[in-house]
């Protein structure tokens, strides 16, 4: 529906916070505010302590359940994350207010992930014949369904829609559709929701899923709880599931006393409890500058033509030199989550943008600056880091501070004439990449490639990434989900309006979120294209090898061989770490080879071919 949040995603609760006040001649002279330093970090890390422990001893039976019908046809049985059946009394499956009581009364939930976050609430997941013996609509035979399928939700006048509200449940402006949110009032202080799954209605068929249609309700039951464990409960696509962990790990607000002054630890006083901001997290809704905006927003009317900060991965290729085309072979090496990795330690903004002109550039502050790098020569053999399809600006243009931080490290003079920046930053995202990362190892090592393997024997390395696709299909699931899951939340940062409802010029649902600011989206894809370059660069001065085509982080090199190693071996025999071959976020792994006189053909056609050298199918770039 026009205006809806995405399934399982919920404004942030409004945050009382303190009021922030700067002089006019620090704004003038783009002086940043020192937020999200070390005691940020230490906010947002929690610390193992006893807090974990108690909140994780409150959910005994694991985060999540799938329900399947018992063989008698008279219940339901739930299995854990781990598979097994939940021990206790089956819940009926006649109707949902009763199952909600369930999977409360079960201790189903996960702990939350910061000191001051929320726990996570139960995950019922239904299979197909679950949701009809709940009397649900099964896919594509009746009207009701096709109503799912067109508006999202159940109508409220379906029987188990009223059933919740006569119970004193209600549900969000996204209603009983295929993830859906159910919540009453707290008791004694403590929320009370159920988020349901409903298999029958696509949960599970796109957004980033790709479960195997095969597995039996034990087998999803753990993958889902694989995914759950390492990474966060799913809420809805990989993408909402992505943006809820940056705020579980980030929540926006903290409870503070009130009556006595703010406090750094929350004291029950006379005054009662406020809402106070957490220090490193995002608390404030506010519009993002107008070079930064998506077209349909308001504020995209304000700007000229060129007033587009353009920040989108490289689709470029070149001719080939005389030395390329004595090669026999085409070799792509693909950058294992590039926007993951950029997002470690990357200073980002934290508040309002303000407007500048004539600022001197700082690297420290983030923000979008317009500045002229039309007059830095490059290596032509590279593509140029400064637009999106590899070519030399020609021209005045709008860029992140991550670009031009790395225009003034190749050497440019830069002198911006206007910014718009935020002095209030910190190392936002820095939780949530030591999550994702973490899960995309420990997933990479329960397929058999551990974190050393290729350190430790580079041919082994490749072998078990050649064999990786015969892996165990629940594992690969969880690995695609992760990586759609680091690409999805980068993308939520600038998310645009969906629904047939929305008119242009109108505002939409993300945009009053705190999460919702494009610079974030800007600066990590932006800090993966410099870093690319950057390993581009000192590979071709190390070997003389350079890329002939690049596709977002995906880059095709001429080789006297089919092997990543025919790319990264030294005279010495030793391989080149300017692109370092392994598991970790960052590193690169075998994409695929193609004979030279195909890649020759591709570029005669004018297509990439880094789209096309992917071993068995063609590489996209949102991959």
């Known amino acids: 529906m026009a205006g ?62 799938v329900l399947e019908v018992a063989p008698d046809g008279r219940s339901l049985i739930g299995y854990d994350a781990d598979g097994a059946e939940l021990p206790g009394e089956r819940p009926s499956g006649r109707a949902l207010p009763q199952l909600l009581e369930w999977a ?32 649900l609509p099964p896919a594509g035979r009746d ?67 790709a479960v195997p249609d095969t597995l039996t309700a034990p087998q999803l039951a753990r993958l889902l709880g694989a995914y759950a464990r390492r990474v966060v409960t ?11 962990l940056v705020t579980a790990l980030r929540p926006p607000t903290r409870p503070v006393r009130t009556g006595g002054g703010w406090a750094s630890r929350p004291v029950r006083t006379s005054g009662g409890w406020a809402s106070g901001p957490v220090e490193g997290s995002r608390t404030r809704v506010s519009d993002a500058a107008p070079p930064e905006v998506p077209d349909e927003h308001p504020l995209a ?10 920040t989108e991965a490289w689709d470029w290729h070149r001719p080939l030199t005389a030395a390329e085309l004595a ?84 050497g440019a003079d830069v002198r911006p004439t206007e910014a718009w920046l935020r002095h209030e930053s910190g190392p936002y995202l820095d939780p949530w990449h030591k999550r994702l990362r973490q899960a995309y190892v420990d997933t990479m090592a329960a397929l058999g490639v551990p974190l050393d393997l290729a350190d430790r024997d580079p041919l082994a390395f490749l072998d078990a990434m050649a064999a990786l696709p015969g892996g165990d299909p629940a594992e690969l699931a969880v690995l695609g989900a992760i990586k759609q899951t680091a690409k999805g939340t980068i993308g939520k940062f600038r998310e645009r309006p ?45 070997l003389g090898t350079a890329p002939l085509a690049v596709l ?50 591709l570029i005669a056609d004018g297509s990439n071919p880094a789209r096309y050298i992917k071993t068995g199918g063609r590489v996209s770039a949102d991959e």
């Open 4 to 65: 809806d949040r995405e399934d399982g995603e919920e404004a942030a609760a409004p945050a009382v916070s303190l009021p922030t006040r700067r002089s006019a001649s620090a704004v003038a002279a783009g002086k940043p505010r020192g937020v999200g330093g070390s005691s940020g970090r230490k906010a947002a890390a929690g610390g193992a302590e006893d807090w974990q422990e108690a909140a994780a001893a409150r959910f005994p039976a694991g985060p999540l359940a």
């Open 301 to 310: 009317a304000e700007r000229e033509d060129d007033g587009v900060l353009i």
């Open 552 to 601: 977002s982080d995906c880059a095709v090199f001429a080789a006297p061989g089919p092997s990543a190693l025919d790319v990264l071996r030294r005279p010495d025999g030793t391989l080149s770490t300017a692109l370092r071959l392994g598991v970790s976020p960052g590193h690169v792994k075998f994409e695929g080879s193609r004979p030279l006189a195909e890649v020759r053909e």
């Open 498 to 542: 969906r629904g047939l409802g929305y008119r242009p010029g109108q505002r939409w649902a993300a945009l009053e979120r705190p999460t919702w600011d494009p610079l974030i989206r800007a600066l990590v894809i932006d800090t993966a294209t410099v870093n690319l370059h950057r390993k581009l660069a000192r590979l071709h001065v190390e």
């Open 143 to 209: 009207e009701k369904t096709e109503y799912v399928a067109r508006i999202g939700r159940l109508p409220d006048t379906h029987r188990q829609v009223k059933a919740l509200a006569r119970a004193g449940w209600q549900l969000t402006r996204r209603g009983l559709g295929p993830w859906a949110r159910i919540y009453r009032e707290p008791e004694a202080s403590r929320r009370q929701c159920v988020q349901l799954c409903v298999l029958p209605w696509g949960a599970l068929s796109g957004g980033g899923w």
């Open 234 to 244: 799913p809420r809805g696509s990989t993408a909402v599931s992505g943006l809820e």
């Open 104 to 135: 409360l009364a079960a201790g189903l939930g996960s702990a939350r992930l910061h000191r001051h976050g929320k726990d996570g609430d139960p995950l019922l997941v239904l299979t197909d014949a679950a949701a009809t013996e709940l009397g």
């Open 327 to 410: 090669a026999p072979f085409a070799v792509g090496l693909d950058v294992n989550t590039a926007f993951l990795a950029a997002a470690g330690r990357l200073t980002l903004p934290l508040s309002e943008p303000v407007h500048e002109l004539d600022p001197v550039f700082d690297r420290k502050t983030p923000g979008s600056w317009r500045a002229d790098l039309s007059g830095l020569a490059l290596d032509p053999l590279l593509p140029n880091p400064f637009t999106a399809d590899g070519t030399a600006p020609t021209g005045p243009a709008w860029y992140s501070t991550a670009k031009l931080a790395y225009a003034l490290e190749l």
